[in-house]
């Protein structure tokens, strides 16, 4: 992004106008909140590719009616330590939040909690949701499908998800691991944003419509995304397909219907949350005293050429939401436009991100 056409806003701005837009397109007040809360948590850690720069696309989702902004969405009891819940088409947002605090109330009883979710839609940054389990003390997990994106394996179609896959593992004193990854060899929402900027992007990430290899972002965007590691992230990228779409109801192989393009029907778009409490094997005290020390060895060890540090997943977006938080948050002119646009159409004060 460049430094000479950004305007920086604060994380307190940015969830008001946020807010303030699902509000005005229905959505009742405090899902509103919570949904911008998690757009700008994505700017904050640095995924700004999942931040405030999506409200455009959501908004228009919900004017299409392919989206419900006052969903009824319920939980079902399956087993003592599994749960469904149905989204009812409502933002993945909030389904998420629900379905991971019905995995950590399970695995409070149960040691584990499993909950799957159909009828969903995109979730914004899948960290938002293990980080919420962690802050209660709790290992987990969230899988999730996706429109398709990349080919499996010797194809040239999109067909898999991008799917990003999220786990976290509290410790003590020292760092938490969060992970938070797509299973593209970069997320498809970073070529969207380079094409709303007008960037190019390296080589290697994605092909063209006509299945060549391109630099161009916009015609990245229309076209398929690559996987991480070849053969190793097509296979992840179906796993996560069979996990969250397959297993829970929700559609899968290529049917859910693409956030930007497609207004035909709801997406469907399937979750699976896990919780595990820490202390299954050894004592809580015990589990977060080995974690610690996992981290202190592993950051440690000797770094190789050109390292200055040896980082846990999640510490570079940590690092980052510092930053921000003192600095503001960075939007592009084309991102600010597009949201100035929205709040035009809405009667609402452009003043806002002036």
């Known amino acids: 992004m460049n430094e000479e056409t950004v305007t920086y806003y604060s994380a307190e701005q940015l969830t008001k106008v946020s807010r303030l837009l699902f509000e005005a397109e229905g959505v009742p007040e405090q899902d509103a909140a919570t949904i911008a809360e998690d757009l700008v948590a994505a700017n904050v850690r640095g995924l700004d590719s999942h931040g405030i720069s999506r409200m455009p696309m959501y908004l228009e989702r919900i004017r299409k009616q392919v989206v419900n902004p006052t969903p009824n969405i319920q939980v079902e009891s399956i087993t003592s330590a599994v749960s469904k819940v149905d989204a009812d088409n409502g933002m993945g947002f909030l389904a998420g939040h629900i379905a991971m605090a019905e995995a950590v109330k399970l695995a409070e009883v149960s040691g584990i909690g499993l909950v799957g979710v159909q009828r969903s839609t995109h979730y914004g940054m899948a960290a938002i ?76 990430l994605a092909l063209d419509d006509d299945g060549a290899p391109t630099t161009d972002a916009k015609r990245a965007f229309e076209g398929v995304c690559l996987p991480f590691g070849g053969a190793k992230g097509s296979a992840f990228a179906m796993l996560m397909e069979l996990l969250s779409g397959v297993l829970t109801g929700a559609n899968y192989g290529g049917n859910v219907k693409s956030l930007y393009f497609d207004h035909s029907e709801p997406q469907n778009v399937g979750h699976l949350f896990i919780a595990i409490r820490p202390d299954l094997f050894v004592s809580d005290q015990e589990f977060h005293h080995r974690m610690d020390d996992f981290v202190q060895k592993t950051k440690s060890l000797p770094k190789a050429k050109g390292f200055d540090d040896i980082l846990i997943p999640g510490e570079p977006e940590e690092k980052t939401a510092q930053t921000r938080l003192k600095t503001g948050i960075p939007l592009s002119e084309n991102v600010r436009e597009e949201l100035q646009l929205e709040l035009e159409r809405y009667a609402l004060d452009v003043s806002l991100l002036s």
């Open 129 to 204: 949701y293990v980080m919420e389990a962690m802050k209660k003390g709790y290992i987990s997990m969230a899988y999730t499908n996706s429109s398709p994106a990349i080919p499996p394996w010797g194809g040239k179609t999109a067909y898999l998800g991008a799917s990003p896959f999220a786990a976290a593992v509290p410790a003590g004193n020292e760092s938490p691991y969060v992970l938070d990854m797509a299973m593209t060899v970069i997320a498809r929402g970073k070529i969207r944003l380079a094409a709303t900027n007008g960037e190019a992007i390296p080589e290697g």
